[in-house]
Structures are given as structure tokens and as C-alpha cells.
T-cell receptor, first 113, second 112 residues
């Protein structure tokens, strides 16, 4: 079974703090994704990566950055957290090409005070 | 702008009935179609994938795809209260990088 893990289930941070969310997958997938999910807005893609050290902007990259130093690990960074970044953050992984399936981690519910 | 549309619901069905969830998509070149189930407070779980026209059955779930009409559906037979969740339709966004476009989901409620 595909296993995608995220570093925290719940996180509370203060405005202006730097926040790191980490995601690890064990299926040797090339692709990794970061989404945020908000009521009424659905899943929105923040960044994705299809190889080590490669990154591509998704639909809402502003205020975020990412890092992929190893194939299995994809980090999302909030350089200076703001209250409008309070959300559920979901990491997913999938194989490049093929059937395009994505598998999600358990999610991190981030609250920025 | 590529889009995936779903009725937000809630769709309410009695226990034992068939639940029918529908999804339309805008990109004619899409080739891969997925249904995810998401319980409240949890992450999406892949439950069905379909790639060619017609029906695909897996237990109580049947996915149906009609590429000419740009329409994909999910039928849940013998619905159970444990099926109560939000169901997300996802379609590959074209290109070779494996991106998916997600609908906003349909909330299903199965009443005992």
C-alpha cells in the first residue's frame, strides 16, 4: 500500500512565524503535490514537483515555497505565516505518466493566530 | 480554464438505496478519471479510477464514463450510513506531469 505521511496532524502558529510542513512517501513516486483545502473552495494546488530539486507553481503559490532535496520528501514552507493561511494542508504523491493516480497523506490542519 | 463540476449536494438517500453521483469536465483530452471519498476531517481516499468508456465495477461501487458527453458518474449500490462522506471527482489535467483537476465534491448522506 502507498504510504504518505505528514509531519503533523494539527499545528498552531502565530502570525509572522516561519512554518515547515513536511511530507514523506514510500512508493518511489516521482510526483509530489501540496494542496490546501478550504470550505467552499475545494482543493487548490499550491506547488508540485516531478523530480528532485524541481518545482512548479500551482494555482495559488503566493506566500508559499517548497523544497525537494530527496525523492521521497517534499516540504512546504510558509515564510511568514498569516491568518489567511489557516487551512487544511494536504500532500499527495503519484507516479509520473502512467495512470495519474494521486495518493494523499492524512493532512495537517494549520491554525495561524 | 479546465473545470470539473459536481453538484455540491447534500444528496440524501435511505439506507439500502442506490446513490448516484455525477461529474462533468471541460477538457476533451482528459484520459484518466478518479473518484475520491473524503470523510469529515480526513484526507481524500482513492476509491475508483476509470480510463475507458463504459462501466467499471468494484464491489458496491460502479464508475461510468462517457467521454463523448464529458461525463463521469459513481453509483453506490446498497448504500450504508458508513458511505456518508464527500465524494470528489478528479480528472487528469492534460500534459505529462500527472496533475489532477478536482471538483469541489458532492456531500452524500445515507439515512438509516
Amino acid at each position: 500500500d502507498v504510504k504518505v505521511t505528514q509531519s503533523s496532524r494539527y499545528l498552531v502558529k502565530r502570525t509572522g512565524e516561519k512554518v515547515f510542513l513536511e511530507c514523506v512517501q514510500d512508493m518511489d513516486h516521482e510526483n509530489m503535490f501540496w494542496y490546501r483545502q478550504d470550505p467552499g473552495l475545494g482543493l487548490r494546488l499550491i506547488y508540485f514537483s516531478y523530480d528532485v530539486k524541481m518545482k512548479e507553481k500551482g494555482d495559488i503559490p503566493e506566500g508559499y515555497s517548497v523544497s525537494r532535496e530527496k525523492k521521497e520528501r517534499f516540504s512546504l514552507i510558509l515564510e511568514s505565516a498569516s491568518t489567511n493561511q489557516t487551512s487544511m494542508y494536504l500532500c499527495a504523491s503519484g507516479s509520473l505518466g502512467g495512470n495519474n493516480e494521486q495518493f494523499f497523506g492524512p493532512g495537517t490542519r494549520l491554525t495561524v493566530l | 480554464q479546465k473545470e470539473v463540476e459536481q453538484n455540491s449536494g447534500p444528496l440524501s438517500v435511505p439506507e439500502g438505496a442506490i446513490a448516484s453521483l455525477n461529474c462533468t469536465y471541460s477538457d476533451r483530452v482528459s484520459q484518466s478519471f478518479f473518484w475520491y471519498r473524503q470523510y469529515s476531517g480526513k484526507s481524500p481516499e482513492l476509491i475508483m479510477s476509470i480510463y475507458s468508456n463504459g462501466d467499471k465495477e468494484d464491489g458496491r461501487f460502479t464508475a461510468q464514463l462517457n467521454k463523448a458527453s464529458q461525463y463521469v458518474s459513481l453509483l453506490i449500490r446498497d448504500s450504508q450510513p458508513s458511505d456518508s462522506a464527500t465524494y470528489l471527482c478528479a480528472v487528469n489535467g492534460g500534459g505529462s506531469q500527472g496533475n489532477l483537476i478536482f471538483g469541489k465534491g458532492t456531500k452524500l448522506s445515507v439515512k438509516p
